[in-house]
């Protein structure tokens, strides 16, 4: 049974910074491509970031640099590191993945596994 649980999220200033993390289970996951989403209410999911089983990175249009993807390939885990957070920011982020010889896709609709999200809130 693969199962994605994240954790990391919280309450953080304008500025601030936060790390997420995906555990994953249950499945290939070291071949995987392995992704985060972030949705907030009323809006579809909207993709953030994906990293490749070769270790290669992807990121969403708005990140500009803010955030960073990494996965740790023994302990079947992946992380973003998310700095200079602004108020926009805000929403559930959620770690998602499907078979590896799909790759990595920006459409949330392409993802198999989902966690349940983990709630990032940035004041201004």
């Known amino acids: 049974q693969v199962q994605l649980v994240e954790s990391g999220g919280g309450l953080v200033q304008a500025g601030g910074s936060l790390r997420l993390s995906c555990a994953a289970s249950?499945?290939?996951?070291?071949?995987?491509?392995m992704e985060w989403f972030r949705q907030t209410p009323g809006k579809e999911r909207e993709f953030v970031a994906a990293?490749?089983?070769?270790?290669?990175?992807y990121y969403g249009d708005f990140v500009k640099g803010r955030f960073t993807i990494s996965r740790d390939v023994a302990k079947n885990m992946v992380s973003l590191q998310m700095n200079t957070l602004k108020p926009e920011d805000t929403a559930i982020y959620y770690c998602?993945?499907?078979?590896?010889?799909?790759?990595?896709?920006?459409?949330?609709?392409?993802?198999?596994?989902w966690g349940k999200g983990t709630l990032v809130t940035v004041s201004s």
């Open positions: 249950g499945g290939t996951f070291r071949t995987y491509p």
């Open positions: 998602a993945a499907r078979e590896s010889y799909f790759g990595w896709s920006r459409n949330s609709n392409d993802m198999v596994y």
């Open positions: 990293i490749t089983w070769t270790g290669v990175p």
